[in-house]
């Protein structure tokens, strides 16, 4: 069955510190991985999205992602974190028209 | 720049009511969805569609029906709202046609409330 597992509910980070969501799927094709944000009240704002080449993706707002194919991750990180990148984070895996989202990792940024 | 636009940003609606959640893109996408969206379950696929008049169940089709008259437009209804409806939900649009057009657009969500 596709899934897509994000294991962190809520992480608090301070800001300049580093940051790694995780995620984790299972899917049975050829998986394409996504990550989105959302900020409160807004809808989903595509960070990054990984669809074949090399395994090491960059976003929008200095965001990378990994996928790494043996462990089924796709683990979003962030060298330093600023107040600005507190929300609400999804991964998605899916192709076409059928997409499968995590439960999300809400972030809080301390001062 | 895509835009995805949903008809009301809050709704309260009554147990019983008929409810239509109204989604409008302006990119000429063919594939359009409807999400819902609960704390701690993530975005769930209740309806998409891939042309005009076309449509498929996703995940949680109860208690929901579509309509697709145009291409830019997607309507959710809710023929009896019940409470356990009360949720967020989110419309998406995305291209039709090989890996580089699976991104999908999600417009500002409608946070529907029934009591």
């Known amino acids: 069955a596709q899934s897509v597992t994000q294991p962190d509910i809520h992480i608090t980070v301070s800001e300049g510190a580093s940051l790694e969501l995780r995620c984790n799927y299972s899917?049975?094709?050829?998986?394409?991985l996504f990550w989105y944000v959302q900020s409160p009240g807004q809808g989903l704002q595509l960070l990054l999205k990984?669809?074949?080449?090399?395994?090491l993706v960059q976003g929008i707002k200095g965001f990378e992602a990994e996928f790494k194919r043996s462990q089924s991750s796709f683990n979003l990180r962030k060298p330093s974190v600023h107040w600005s990148d507190a929300a609400e984070y999804f991964c998605?895996?899916?192709?076409?028209?059928?997409?499968?989202f995590g439960s999300g990792t809400k972030l809080n940024v301390k001062p | 720049d895509v835009k995805v636009t949903q008809s009301s940003r809050y709704l309260v609606k009554r147990t019983g009511e008929k409810v239509f959640l109204e989604c409008v893109q302006d990119?000429?996408?063919?594939?359009m969805f409807w999400y819902r969206q609960d704390p701690g379950l993530g975005l769930r696929l209740i309806y998409f569609?891939?042309?005009?008049?076309?449509?498929e169940k996703g995940d949680i089709p109860e208690g929901y029906s579509v309509s697709r008259e145009k291409k830019e437009r997607f309507s959710l209804i809710l023929e009896s709202a019940s409470t356990n409806q009360t949720s967020m939900y989110l419309c998406?649009?995305?291209?039709?046609?090989?890996?580089?057009?699976?991104?999908?657009?999600f417009g500002p969500g409608t946070r529907l409330t029934v009591l």
């Open positions: 998605a895996v899916g192709n076409f028209n059928k997409f499968y």
């Open positions: 990984y669809f074949s080449g090399d395994t």
């Open positions: 899917y049975g094709a050829t998986p394409y």
């Open positions: 990119m000429d996408h063919e594939n």
């Open positions: 569609s891939y042309d005009v008049k076309m449509k």
């Open positions: 998406a649009s995305s291209l039709e046609g090989g890996e580089k057009y699976n991104e999908q657009f």
